[in-house]
């Protein structure tokens, strides 16, 4: 019996572990990582044998820096920021650049709002707009939902840079800007402080891509057992989201303790709305193309960009969705 139990622990240990079960993951603040609490709380990364850590990142730069530095093996960050690095179009340039964006999040939750004192776009002449990076993240879209009002960037407005939808609140509450495209929750404290809505993607211009989830194609190609995993956790997050109303709304208040119920619910209708989680996780191809026009326009140095497949690798997600049954 001695034997037996000795030659059982050692072909235990001789049989090859998952390559990594922990995985770290970086994001910006607010309600669009309901997913990945879900996935959390209900045990959905657990039940695929994965153990996620979820850090926020003050900015799309730092996030992409971090992660292919190799701090994070996963990132949820605007489709857009992907494309502008990919194209050599981002603020900053990152060698060896090879991120990919491979499951969706949700279709542009953010809103444009302005500070009191503004209260249509007409007011926006002369002011200053809160963004994250000057050519990528969602600055890009709020060109142009301006420019359809007219208003054209250092022109009509100007810009500065602070950060995430936190940093551009707070820039707009102290007065160093007047303008930001603002996401869940804070659109709701920013209302309560009499800020107005004057533009949202999807009635701008209908389909978009916002954000996704994101991983280096180095790493991928050796994990794929851990994406897929990863996937079938957050498509199982996005169905509890869309079917368990209360469930849903009761990890919100856990995580956004500031949220009354009310609160909750109101953020829980914008995220199943338009433009909020996509079903079963997956990337708007149709919106992809409206970023991808978006950034045609705006980018810079100037592109022609058509082919939204070259920014994503969707194989883990079909993979994930066939295993899933």
């Known amino acids: 019996m001695i ?41 959905l990364f657990a039940k ?26 996963v990132a949820s960050a605007a489709f857009d920021n992907v494309v502008a690095y990919v194209e050599g179009q981002a603020e900053q340039t990152i060698e060896g650049f090879d991120v990919v964006s491979f499951l969706g999040v949700h279709g542009g939750l953010v ?11 007409a007011g926006l002449k002369g002011k200053t707009a809160a963004v994250d990076s ?27 840079s602070v950060g995430g939808t936190g940093e551009r609140l707070q820039a707009m509450r102290e007065g160093r800007a007047a303008a930001g495209m603002i996401s869940p929750p804070q659109d709701l404290e920013a209302r309560k402080l009499g800020f107005h809505t004057l533009g949202e993607p999807t009635k701008a211009l209908g389909a978009y891509t916002g954000s996704v989830y994101n991983v280096r ?32 709304i009761e990890v919100l208040r856990k995580r956004l303790k500031e949220l009354s119920a009310g609160d909750a619910a109101a953020v829980y209708a914008k995220m199943t709305g338009p433009g ?50």
């Open 3 to 43: 034997r037996v139990y000795a030659a059982l622990l050692a072909s235990i240990a001789a049989f090859p572990a998952l390559a990594q079960t922990k995985l770290d993951m970086v994001g910006f603040g607010g309600a669009s990582n309901l997913p990945v609490w879900v996935a959390q709380e209900r045990g």
């Open 48 to 73: 695929e044998g994965l153990e996620v850590k979820f850090d926020r990142t003050p900015s799309s730069g730092a996030l992409f820096r971090n992660l292919m530095a190799g701090k994070y093996q």
């Open 111 to 121: 809103s444009l709002m302005t500070t009191p004192d503004v209260k249509d776009f």
């Open 134 to 160: 000057a050519a990528s993240g969602y600055a890009l879209l709020m060109y142009r939902i301006l420019d359809q009002k007219g208003l054209a960037k250092d022109r009509d407005y100007r810009i500065v």
């Open 217 to 248: 194609r180095a790493w991928a190609k050796d994990h794929e057992k851990e994406l897929v995993a990863f996937a079938r956790a957050i498509v199982a997050a996005h169905d509890v989201i869309f079917t368990d109303r209360a469930a849903a």
């Open 276 to 325: 909020g989680f996509t079903r079963k996780a997956q990337i708007s191809i149709r919106g992809a193309r409206v970023v991808l026009a978006v950034r045609s326009q705006y980018g810079e140095p100037a592109k022609k960009l058509t082919d939204p497949y070259k920014y994503m690798d969707l194989r883990y997600y079909r993979k994930a969705m066939r295993e899933g049954g």
